[in-house]
């Protein structure tokens, strides 16, 4: 069967087995009880790093703009969805419904921040474009810092100082409490459903990369003025892909969101920080290669526990790590020396030819 | 009175942001790379410069050289041994997040040498500065001190860069590096020159930094750092009085932003104009607009 599939159909049916293949492996290790309840417990935040980071490549890797601030559409996803959950804790009993909503409405809020943020930024180019996206993320981590949303019998309470300025009845609740965030989310995610978003982030990213309209924006990234000159429309695909990209980081906010019962937003979590983490999953998986961003997302997600051994030092190692294989990945001396001495590069070298 | 207070905290700010915002922008013209890593090197002067006057005890002065000759070599060496290699690098990309390793790698040693407890750190300068309008407006040692090193240090890069021979060769490598190199210029020397100055910068603007908000931590460095890049920017990347601009505005902005509006939206703020002023004006106050050829 394999064999009468073209090459792109080929390749994505390996990453999308690849997937399968790790979910039931990992799965079946769970369930005999084989790895330990810590490397358990990071299977979901595994999930939600590997859709950021392919959603990441969409924007850097297919559309060729450099993103630094992905991490405030996850943020995005992330509060709109904890504050939907909340709000219906009790009106919608059945959980997988109501975080089914959750999950549409994080993505779409997400989408829109995407295109409102889109608009402005995509007409810049470059570093400017990146140093933008960054301060966006940030914009948004630090307004909602400052947020504070309550209910009571009157409906919803605005402000932006403290609870006191809520000025609500007695019977009110607290359901965005600025710095604090949002607590008590239910904790609906589960290694399954991130599992599942993967596959849908993966059928949605492929299928695009694989589409005319994929093909209109890499069309963009390799040569903006000869893809405008055959009659594409920039505008349109830039903010295309940029506001895909947005939504399914706002997914993988949902996600994120519904694995802690507290939402907050720090440096760590949805600042420019991680955005950076993630452009590194990016940049070290291959910049356009789709299941190299998976591959790095979780070999760097897991590599943290893995050294936890080490204590102290496991960051130090793994700052270590990153700049040998970023040096040995793409130092042009590297790949000569690679050339030269190991098979594989010698067996692309023949293949080319 | 408090405004004119504002205004002077925020020029002294916006001092640090200038010098720091240097660094960065020198690197970008010359090696045409983010150095991400760049605002860990302040931290590391700040503790330098913290080692040698409280566990050496020596005189401020010569703490600070010291953490200008460390940072300098650091600089020196974190360009030979982690960015040069990838000078010609297929993408881009590729030194950025070297850079961001450097960085971790940084913050990491930091965090195992000194521990992640802040520490208080010392000012340099003894001096309490001066009082004007019968004793209403007071502005302090340090704050009169980063302004003045600020304006020195401004004046004193931009007759190296346009005057002497060195500075000239790094125009001439951020303009064109192979035709450089025909004239007969050193380019690996040239951006290792431009490295060291970037760092010395840095260590002087962490004791000033750390002087005026007295800690430091390992992750002292970051906030700054982000902050003068987007002053860099902000003036537009790779003009030198574009930084020294970008960085005062940017600290009066968020001095302002903090005392008027909320400390909590202070950075935001910052983040906001500059999105305004990239809209209006996409490569910088003083960027250099290039033609796209087709």
Known sequence: MLKKMNKTTKSNFITYGIVIVAFVVMQTLISTGSISS?????????????????????VVGILGELSLGHAGFMCVGAFSSAFFSKCMRDVIENGALRFFLAMLIGIVVAAVFGILIGIPVLRLKGDYLAIVTLAFGEIIKNLVNVLFIGK????FHFSTKDVMALNMEPDGTVIVNGPQGITGTPQDSTFLIGFIMILITLFIVLNLINSRDGRAIMAIRDNRIAAESVGINITKYKLMAFTISAALAGGAGVLYAHNLSTLTANTNNFGYNQSIMILVFVVLGGIGNIRGSIIAAVVLTLLPELLRGLQDYRMLIYAIVLIAMMLF??????????????????????AVK | MSFISYLINGLSLGSVYAIIALGYTMVYGIAKMLNFAHGDVIMIGAYMALLAMTQAGMSPVIAVLIAIVVCTVLGVVIERIAYKPLRNAASSLSVLITAIGVSYLLQNIALLAFGSNAKTFPSVIKWSGITLADGQLNISGVTVVTIGVCLVIMVVLVAFVQKSKPGQAMRAVSEDKGAAQLMGINVNATIALTFAIGSALAAVAGVLYCSAYPSVTPYTGAMPGIKAFVAAVFGGIGSIPGAFIGGLILGIIEIFGRAYITSQLADALVFAVLIIVLLVKPTGLLGKKIQEKV
């Not at chain 1, 990071?42 to 959603?55: E, G, K, L």
């Not at chain 1, 009571?152 to 409906?155: E, I, R, V």
């Not at chain 1, 042009?332 to 190991?342: N, T, V």
């Open chain 1, 38 to 58: 810590l490397l358990e417990g990071i299977m979901v935040p595994i999930c939600i790093y590997v859709i950021m980071a392919v959603s990441l490549n969409l």
């Open chain 1, 152 to 155: 009571d019998s009157n409906g």
């Open chain 1, 329 to 350: 990945n793409w130092a042009p001396k590297a790949i000569e020396w690679r050339e030269k001495y190991l098979s594989f590069g010698r067996k692309k070298k023949e």
